[in-house]
């Protein structure tokens, strides 16, 4: 059956006669002929629009056509995009359906056919090239002015479904040539108007802002692209609030499933036994899809955040966890939820708290979902898509610290938030109550995020560029407090004990990793981070016991960074390719070493007249604190200093590869099924 239905036949009368094809299809194979079909029926492309698509079959038809049959036809398939532009227009709602399903499937199966063709090639077999500017302005006004207009919010969506489809034909966007009249008559004022406004952006806020990243992302790095300079200068509050807001959701309900997802796989030991099976199979899968999705809105929030320094206020936009549209949901039309799919999240999870223990309703904001978020793919970095996710965190929150305003509210002391990261299981330590998290100004929970991923990514497959991007994040923020001297309430205790462990780890598998990866200049990024608090840390650290602390972290982990002083210097008096690398780490470690051997001695001496073996931690801060007149330290330039963020040309390559993958996943999932017509058709009954 489902084969026949593909083919677009009606059910056998009896078994002796031949099957019979629906009219709609009986149509399309005469525009698969030679002749003009309105020739022998003048009223052929009214009708045609008025019969239900049979998308499958149309796709079908275009993709199994050779090159001398897309020849014969061409003035036909050009006539059918010309008619279909023209049925935009009409008032019979029912022919606009129609008429937008078909230039889906004609997009779509044009495409498939011809992946090796130009892209001129392309428009003049949809279009011709002697009408493609006129056709491709008249689309386009026709499909902003149904997403501006008053009209029915399905036909909405479909526009915007036509849209994603036009725009993830091709596998690399910026090679899809049909972009370029999307460039020339822009409808980002439409996006705009749509995420402005609440009751529109709760129905189709996702697909816009989905549509807005991508669109961004067209020739970006060859040509001017109109969306990239409009983007960056927004300044209407309410669109970027709305953009904020559909981001938010988006994370939010993400957060919202895995957080269901992880009650359920702790409740109790059937459940745990059960899921240690079944997830073997399932979960992983869907998790990861999950996190597929999520990279779509990730990138969207990324050239926000990078395009439109305005942006950055949305981020700390306070507001509490209800409802953030007014819209009830029953109005969207009915779309088969996928993991990957390009539909809003449900607004059900509008209603679930972000801070439940809290017994007043605390307000959260964009930049917490974020980093519960980020908290949560940055777990497990072995999988590509979760990697890509990790490291667009990572860039994000780069932007992010890098920006003046957003460090100011980050450190601001009257913005004190419970942030409730999700924390990678380990044996060695208890997992957190919730409850026990203090309220602090946000800047500590982008620390612990840090901490936390220095902490859990010590392994074989060392992440080294997202531990690098780590710590260049934490090296701006304390850039930020020393220059403002913010004194942070922190426990940077846990900060030094990450960063010591991660030159142990690097020392432990120093041949293992030089096989891959330079880590000379990841420890050259930790030695300057101590050396940052030893210069300046009188000027950020809360108090004068935090910079003894300092002190004693670095002599009583003098072990590590002994050790490392051997390793560099061995490596930086022999001749090779980490020669010059590793004396850089030798030069940094002037100030460790002096502290060390400044204060060893006296400990040492200490501990000799008053004939105590082991010394407590209170005994060795009184050394300190009671030698450091004796300390002469060198004054070290440019520890403050810092290159800022460029995505070009570093990141060039990675972005090109994340928006293939986004590209892959959008095309995928706006699928056939979720342009069926039922619900549209049902809507316009009415309608003589």
Known sequence: MAQERKAGLLRRTSSSKKPLKEKVVLMYDEIFTKDDPAKTNPRFWDELFLMKVNLEYLEGKLTSLDGDEVVMIKENINSLFHHCVQALEEEHQIKVVNALQTLCALFRGVHQKNKSATGFDIINMLVGFDKADLRMKDLMESLDGLLCGDGSESLKSLCLKLLLCL????????QNTILEYVMINSIFEAILQILSDVSSRGQHGYDAVVLLALLVNYRKYESVNPYIVKLSIVDDESTLDGMGMVVHQALTEYNRQYKDKEEEDHGGFFSTLTNMVGSMFIADAEEKLSVQTNE????????AVHLNRNFITVLAQSHPEIDLTATPASTLPATPTTPLGTTPPSLDMMHNPELPFDPNLQTSNLLITFLKYSSIVMQDTKDEHRLNSARLCLIILTCIAEDQYADAFLHDDNMNFRVNLHRMPMRHRKKAAAKNIPSR??????????????????????????????????????????????????????????LINLLKFLLSNETTLLAKHNIFHLALQVVNLFNMFITYGDTFLPTPSSYDELYYEIV?????????????LRVSTNVGQWKEPASKVTHALVNVRAIINHFNPKIESYAAV???SQLSEDQ????VRS???????????GLDQFERYSEQPKETAFFKELVRSISLNVRKNVSLNTLSQDVLLKEFSSIS
């Open 296 to 303: 779509a809105i990730l990138l969207a929030l990324y050239e």
């Open 620 to 623: 060795v801060l009184e050394v």
């Open 441 to 498: 100004p946000l800047v500590c929970a982008v620390l612990d995020l840090m901490v936390e991923f220095i902490v859990t990514h010590m392994m074989k497959e060392f992440p080294m560029d997202l531990y690098m991007r780590c710590v260049q994040i934490i090296h701006k923020l304390i850039c930020y407090q020393k220059k403002c001297r913010v004194r942070l309430h922190y426990t940077w205790r846990e900060l030094w004990s990450a």
């Open 610 to 612: 008053n004939h105590i």
């Open 167 to 174: 725009v993830t034909v091709t596998d690399n966007i910026s």
């Open 556 to 568: 009583r982990m003098h072990q590590v960074f002994d050790n490392l002083y051997c390793m560099v």
């Open 627 to 637: 030698n450091y007149d004796t300390l002469t330290l060198k004054l070290q330039d």
